[in-house]
């Protein structure tokens, strides 16, 4: 089964800083990679997904994510946080076996206004 | 409004006692879940369910239980409460492919 691993548990910045959030998965093979955003007292949403082609995917509010198949790594971005987005943002990776999610341990970001 | 919902969305049990946690769906989708939620260890997969009448483990099944007797519902039972239960609970369903994957504003238990 896959492991995801996200490195940063926690991280602060301030409004108007780059925000980078890395994810690594345990194997290769075809995947289809996902970030999700928690804000406070929310269930999970869906910030972006890749399937396939362009490794670069945009999403919603502004973030994006690669996916560097030789590192197996798939890093969230975002060139300028504001103070909503305040979250915990989880890294997971679809298995086909049972169509389910495998997340990672999440990094609560925190941006200072 | 479509979607999954749980209920209830807070709750306090004592050690030993035991509740189920509900969740719903209204989206017509086979696949459904139950996740745990725990600080910095992400979420964990407790049970999933393909469709009606068929259930499985995940990563952490021990001390709970599911059923899926409709497509609509599939409840998680915990029979005998102990203080490692307390946790976020979230329930998900799915379509066949993982681009229709909807959680449900989550259940958190406390264990004293």
């Known amino acids: 089964a896959q492991s995801v691993s996200q490195h940063n548990h926690h991280v602060i910045l301030s409004e108007a800083a780059s925000l980078e959030l890395g994810c690594n998965y345990s194997y290769g093979g075809t995947v289809n990679l996902f970030w999700y955003v928690q804000y406070p007292g929310q269930h999970l949403q869906l910030l972006l997904k890749y399937f396939s082609g362009d490794p670069l995917v945009k999403g919603i509010k502004g973030f994006e994510a690669e996916f560097i198949k030789s590192k197996f790594s798939f890093n969230l971005r975002k060139p300028s946080v504001q103070w909503s987005d305040t979250a915990e943002y989880f890294c997971a990776v679809y298995e086909a076996a049972g169509n389910k999610l495998t997340f990672g341990g999440g990094t609560r970001v925190l941006v200072k206004p | 409004n479509a979607g999954v919902t749980q209920t209830p969305k807070f709750r306090i049990l004592k050690i030993g006692q035991s509740m189920t946690l509900q969740c719903t769906q209204d989206?017509?989708?086979?696949?459904m879940y139950w996740y745990r939620q725990d600080p910095g260890m992400g979420l964990k997969l407790i049970y999933y369910?393909?469709?009606?009448?068929?259930?499985d483990k995940g990563e952490v099944p021990n001390g709970y239980n599911v059923s899926r007797s409709t497509t609509e519902d599939f409840p998680l039972r915990l029979e005998l409460a102990a203080p490692s239960q307390t946790s976020v609970y979230f329930c998900?369903?799915?379509?066949?492919?993982?681009?229709?994957?909807?959680f449900g504003s989550g259940t958190r238990l406390t264990v004293v």
């Open positions: 998900a369903s799915s379509s066949l492919t993982p681009y229709g994957y909807t």
């Open positions: 369910s393909v469709g009606a009448g068929i259930t």
């Open positions: 989206m017509n989708h086979n696949y």
